[in-house]
């Protein structure tokens, strides 16, 4: 376990933290509700399932480019990895985002409306109301995403630092391949949910049940990434 830890392990062990935290973000799988709401009031069952596939493929591609261009500018930047006194910061950074979380990621406890700017929130509702083709799917979901960045910017910096460490290419490679679809995961649980008879009443209610658990396991996630990096990165 000590050999398998300080190499390769450790590393891989930061990308699927980091990943689990973003895919516990919700911002996505809301907006991808709203969509699934407003689409199966005017299209077709099939129509709709087009389009939420189509969401989900620019969530997934903007969170791929994101966390590759974040090992592309770190191995420019820095010429290697972060040094010490910016893991340091952004484990700092990961501390505050899990007090946020705690206390101000939900606007009410009446609902699962977010923290999102009401001027944004309105945006992306719209967007998804009026969400008619493919591309305009595809631009929602790498939207939603975008939103997202103030919470998964840090995940995906920290990831994208421990990718460039990885001793093999083809390693490095499947791990962005492996960081995007677990984060990506609750969008496929969603479709896969609609698309097995729950309806997006089912989800919201459960969402809205649950959302306490969801918000604490989130902040305990950034706690655990920025432990186990101090742990590992820092004093290791």
């Known amino acids: 376990m000590d050999g398998l830890l300080s190499g390769d392990g450790v590393q891989i062990c930061i990308i699927f933290l980091a990943a689990l935290v973003n895919a516990s973000l919700q911002?996505?799988?809301?907006?991808?509700?709203?969509?699934?709401?407003?689409?199966?009031?005017?299209?077709?069952?099939?129509?709709?399932?087009?389009?939420?596939s189509n969401y989900i493929l620019g969530s997934l591609v903007f969170i791929g480019l994101m966390v590759a261009a974040s090992s592309f500018i770190i191995a420019t930047v820095a010429g290697s990895t972060l040094p010490v006194e910016v893991l340091s910061l952004l484990v700092v950074i990961m501390f505050i985002l899990a007090v946020i979380i705690w206390f101000f990621y939900y606007q009410t406890k009446r609902s699962t409306e977010l923290w999102l700017p009401r001027s944004v929130s309105r945006y992306i509702s719209t967007r998804a109301k009026i969400t008619e083709s493919n591309t305009e799917a595809?631009?929602?979901?790498?939207?939603?995403?975008?939103?997202?960045?103030?919470?998964s910017?840090?995940?995906?910096?920290?990831?994208?630092?421990?990718?460039?460490?990885?001793?093999?290419?083809?390693?490095?490679?499947?791990?962005?391949?492996?960081?995007?679809?677990?984060?990506?995961?609750?969008?496929?649980?969603?479709?896969?949910?609609i698309r097995h008879g729950k309806t997006v009443v089912d989800i919201q209610k459960w969402r809205m049940k649950n959302k306490s658990f969801l918000k604490v396991m989130s902040g305990v996630g950034f706690v655990t990434l920025a432990t186990f990096i101090i742990a590992f990165k820092i004093m290791g």
């Open 27 to 52: 911002l996505g799988l809301g907006s991808l509700l709203l969509l699934y709401h407003a689409s199966l009031g005017k299209h077709i069952k099939k129509k709709t399932k087009i389009l939420a």
């Open 138 to 151: 595809f631009s929602l979901g790498m939207l939603a995403t975008f939103a997202e960045m103030p919470f």
């Open 153 to 193: 910017a840090v995940l995906m910096v920290v990831a994208g630092n421990s990718v460039i460490t990885l001793s093999t290419n083809w390693l490095q490679i499947l791990s962005v391949i492996g960081y995007t679809l677990i984060a990506i995961l609750p969008l496929l649980v969603l479709r896969f949910c």
